[in-house]
């Protein structure tokens, strides 16, 4: 039927002329083994590359059987390479001491090279707040870039957009909602200090997210008093400070005030055993009066114990 879309998709035609051994050839004609100072890490790469346990384990794996799969990498204008995917292998290989890394080297643009970078750091088993943070911002501009550049909204892997928003996309690639790789990206516009309070666990999300409308300056005093008190902010004093910030209320004088109160989880509290406690209460006092008889023979305890000071100074 004229116009009607194929309902099948066009096998390219270099799969038409060749055979897969010869498709086979052409990849493994893709990999080389690199001189390690000739790669470059990827620009502003957002996952942190640790040399803890997991890392001495992959060394001790690279050093038995070398770099199974090999790094992805591009070739720059001026000859030399950037590291878009295998940034704790080329590590391994340096603390190994091999002096290439393994390496396919694709035909990416920068903003195609951003989006497999952020995809292919995802399958890591442990992802900091921050390092998803700057990855969805990153792959948010690269995908928003994509769309304005042609006329089809579709990624490198050939996903079609479907007239969704470009986080909404993103959310359902990485099992976040679009809400919170929305919540993610406003963490790139915390200082470095809250930042860390983020990925220590003694800032939670919604607080953060919070913090991230105040300016530096706002900031900067947050965590000067967090440094003061000992204590985070919670969300309702995040909410709070953002008011006042957005009013033009919130001075340094307003920032020791809102956290300079006591919250709830901050009280002192005091835990006794119920089976303990119960068996010096009279049977005949009902439990929902135990509060007021500990408080009183406390009293009297209090009161035993200052005459007995003062019979003692005499």
């Known amino acids: 039927m004229a116009g009607r879309k194929s309902d099948f998709t066009l096998t390219k035609l270099d799969d038409l002329f060749t055979t897969q051994a010869q498709r086979d050839e052409e990849q493994l004609s893709k990999i080389r083994d690199i001189p390690l100072e000739l790669i470059d890490d990827f620009p502003d790469h957002p996952f942190k590359v640790r040399d803890d346990e997991d890392m001495m384990q992959l060394v001790e794996s690279v050093k038995e059987r070398g770099v199974i799969t090999p790094a992805t990498v591009r070739q720059k204008e001026d000859g030399r390479y950037e590291l878009v995917s295998g940034h704790r292998r080329k590590r391994a290989c340096e603390l190994a001491g091999f002096e290439t890394l393994r390496s396919e080297i694709v035909d990416l643009n920068r903003d195609e090279a951003t989006i497999l970078m952020v995809e292919s750091n995802f399958q890591r088993s442990e992802i900091l707040p921050s390092e998803k943070a700057f990855a969805y911002k990153m792959r948010l501009e690269a995908l928003s870039r994509q769309g304005k550049r042609t006329d089809l909204t579709s990624n490198p892997l050939g996903r079609k957009s479907d007239g969704k928003e470009t986080a909404q996309i993103i959310g359902e690639q990485s099992g976040d909602s679009q809400t919170q790789v929305r919540r993610y ?24 997210v919070e913090l991230s409308y105040l300016d530096e300056d706002c900031q900067r005093d947050v965590v000067d008093e967090i440094d003061l008190n000992d204590a985070t902010p919670s969300h309702d004093q995040t909410i709070r400070m953002r008011k006042l910030f957005n009013e033009g209320n919130l001075t340094t004088e307003a920032i020791h005030a809102v956290m300079s109160e006591e919250k709830p989880n901050q009280k002192e509290k005091i835990v006794l055993r ?11 006092i009902p439990v929902s ?19 007995r000071a003062e019979r003692d100074s005499r």
């Not at 990206?185 to 915390?190: A, G, P, Q, V």
């Open 289 to 307: 009066q135990t509060e007021d008889f500990v408080c009183k023979a406390l009293e009297h305890y209090n009161k035993f114990l200052r005459n």
């Open 274 to 284: 119920g089976d303990r406690v119960r068996q010096l209460i009279p049977k005949n």
């Open 185 to 208: 990206i406003r963490l790139t516009n915390l200082v470095p200090e809250l930042l860390e309070f983020v990925d220590e666990g003694r800032i939670k999300m919604r607080p953060a």
